[in-house]
């Protein structure tokens, strides 16, 4: 009999063409991440927390732009599907209207509350400096990295829509060219080469600002240089009218997307702050973890977006049941595979990793073991994370909320925060029980997927 859990040659060349792009775009992008993350460890374990701390905070505005433009995005995908290029149009203009709404709105946040956010991570034990220190390059660090809320989030409208009407290839040359042009800069302004001033961290913001106009001008620029590619942005900008029924529609579908990604996010800022008060070495520690896990993660992440493309346009071709639960089937396997092959090599390299940041031994042997317990769940974080797609594919917008943010508050904050205020357990066996709760969601999302209730064309 047919394996159910293996494709044929063209099914896995159809999955490859849409990944695989994604998956060098955000190969490179975490890679260059990786080599500024060390750069700014070279300065010292200090700069690396107060930047690290940030850069956890500011994670929340960018997936909080990436689900509200994902929202639109599960019209744009089956617009796509039936070849309905005023349905994408729509959609686009509602990205870019969210997009400029959030990135106001975030710019506000960080502006007037940015140092009572970051002094909730610099409560655990260890010397004042070292606290008043993170503090300190962590504003700097902010104070210019604000600069690239908006180039960011209209990027992501842009190579949004792009992905998810086929043309993959281009969002990746944008992101590759952006995260050269943000390596190269943070060569020379952080450490102050060919005559620039050593700006230290405020060099790596500045760094990544730039970068990000880049990325913007070259991805939106390709758009409206290729109107016959893209019939969408014909017209897309002569008026911000919206049909009334695809606006509620996106707003009941796709807003609790934003819902879920601000409130999963803030979810994943507390469970950082709970584990910061193990320690000040934990803040660094986790930071290094983070980094390795990054970069370990692409192959499966970039299947979660693969697998959202894919089973979305297979919605709205209307095809059978069947043939659609085949196919994801297929697609869970891919990514559950791949958690497995970089789970295993994430755990071969961690305890050389540590090794290229300036920080203590202590630091380098705890951020070793935090590296080791992901490397084990790798396989659980693929699964979910392709559930996730899955289930968002066809408008389940509701259920993926109940599956994602719902999850986090309901068991793994209130575990997080019950353990580290009301228990002595240290850092590792407490960071061990929070990821070990991804087993129990893994089998909430399998008898999700089973219903079949995410099985549904939205264009018609």
């Not at 952006?178 to 700006?199: E, Q």
């Not at 019939?231 to 579908?253: D, E, N, Q």
Request: with cysteine; hydrophobic share 50%.
């Amino acid at each position: 009999m047919r394996n159910p859990l293996i494709a044929d040659r063209a099914f896995y060349r159809r999955v490859l063409g849409v990944a695989v792009p994604i998956m060098i775009q955000n190969g490179i992008t975490n890679f260059v991440s990786l080599l500024d993350n060390i750069m700014v460890g070279q300065v010292g374990t200090i700069p690396m927390s107060g930047v690290s701390i940030v850069n956890g905070l500011v994670f929340v505005f960018n997936l909080c732009v990436f689900g509200a433009c994902s929202g639109a995005g599960i019209f744009t995908a089956q617009f796509w599907g039936s070849q309905d290029h005023e349905g994408i149009r729509h959609t686009f203009r509602f990205k870019l209207f969210i997009c400029l709404i959030l990135s106001a709105l975030g710019t506000a946040i960080f502006l007037l509350g940015g140092t009572g956010l970051i002094g909730l991570y610099l409560q655990g034990d260890g010397d004042a400096l070292t606290a008043a220190g993170a503090m300190e390059y962590g504003l700097k660090y902010l104070r210019v990295i604000i600069w690239g809320f908006l180039p960011f989030a209209l990027c992501n409208a842009y190579s949004g829509t792009l992905r998810e009407t086929g043309e993959t290839v281009v969002p990746m040359v944008g992101g590759i060219t952006a995260v050269f042009v943000n390596l190269i800069l943070n060569y020379v302004l952080i450490f102050g080469h060919f005559g620039a001033p050593a700006m230290g961290v405020e060099g790596a913001a500045l760094a990544t600002v730039i970068s990000r106009f880049v990325e913007l001008i070259l991805v939106a620029g390709w758009t409206h240089l290729h109107p016959e590619r893209n019939p969408f942005i014909r017209g897309a900008y002569r008026s911000p009218y919206i049909p009334g029924k695809l606006l509620w529609g996106i707003t009941v579908k796709g807003m609790p997307l934003l819902v879920n990604e601000f409130l999963w996010s803030t979810g994943v800022a507390i469970l950082n702050q709970c584990y910061s008060t193990c320690g000040l070495d934990v803040v660094p520690a986790m930071n290094i973890a983070t980094t390795m896990s990054n970069l370990s993660s692409v192959v499966f992440l970039s299947m979660g977006n693969a697998v959202g493309i894919l089973m979305g346009q297979m919605l709205g071709a209307d095809l059978p049941e069947r043939e659609v639960r085949d196919s994801n089937r297929k697609l869970l396997a891919i990514s559950v595979a791949s958690g497995v092959v970089f789970g295993a090599l994430e755990a071969s390299l961690s305890g050389a990793f540590p090794l290229l940041y300036n920080t203590t031994h202590e630091v380098r042997h705890l951020a070793t073991e935090l590296i080791l317990v992901v490397a084990v769940m790798m396989p659980f974080h693929a699964y979910t994370n392709a559930t996730y797609f899955t289930l968002r594919s066809g408008g389940q917008t509701f259920v993926t909320f109940l599956f994602d943010s719902c999850f986090m508050w309901v068991v793994c904050v209130p575990l997080a925060y019950c353990l580290s205020r009301f228990t002595s357990l240290p850092i590792l066996p407490l960071y061990i029980l929070c990821q070990m709760t991804d087993l129990l969601k893994s089998v909430i999302g399998a008898a999700m997927l089973k219903q079949g209730k995410w099985i549904q064309n939205l264009t018609q």
